[in-house]
């Protein structure tokens, strides 16, 4: 396991984080499976900037030096020695990431915004009536999507928002 300082996870989430995923409201132990979730996330993509990074034989010296169960500060030595610039490499992945999500939870929040300002006639045919019934679910689903930590069905629920979003406003 390649030790990624978890202060550099923790302090890019900050304290308005849940604020910025308009979360806010979620209870404490949701809170916290969110956070273990952006957490792994967070650890995959700086696993992968490292292993970008690193040359061939310098991935091989560390996966021995892993298995041989070397000490989480000398893995960090190693790395340093290799990547001078670990730390602020790492602290950058994590913020981009950061950045990635919130950009994809507001534009969520924004389509869906929209689409409940655009008003409901009072006769509404039955497929838009059908749109608007899914999108109260996409949005209740967006939010257990985002609690839960699956990122990557964001993008899917942010395209069937788009596609409702059409089918209203025609």
Do not use: M, W, Y
Request: glycine share 4%; charged share 35%.
């Amino acid at each position: 396991r390649i030790p990624v300082a978890s202060t550099s996870v923790r302090s890019a989430q900050g304290p308005d984080f849940f604020e910025e995923l308009g979360l806010a409201g979620i209870s404490a132990e949701e809170k916290i499976k969110l956070l273990q979730k952006v957490e792994l996330s967070a650890r995959e993509q700086v696993i992968s900037l490292i292993l970008e990074k690193l040359g061939e034989k310098d991935c091989l010296d560390l996966s021995d030096l892993i298995k041989n169960g070397a000490e989480e500060s000398e893995i960090l030595v190693f790395l340093r020695e290799r990547i001078p610039d670990l730390e602020i490499l790492v602290t950058a992945r994590i913020e981009k990431f950061k950045e990635e999500l919130v950009s994809q939870v507001r534009s969520i929040q924004t389509d869906l915004r929209q689409l409940e300002d655009a008003g409901t006639p009072s006769v509404i045919p039955v497929d838009k009536k059908k749109a608007r019934e899914e999108l109260r679910h996409l949005e209740k689903e967006s939010n257990r999507a985002l609690v839960a930590g699956r990122f990557d069905q964001l993008q899917q629920l942010h395209e069937r928002i788009r596609a409702l979003k059409t089918v209203l406003s025609q």
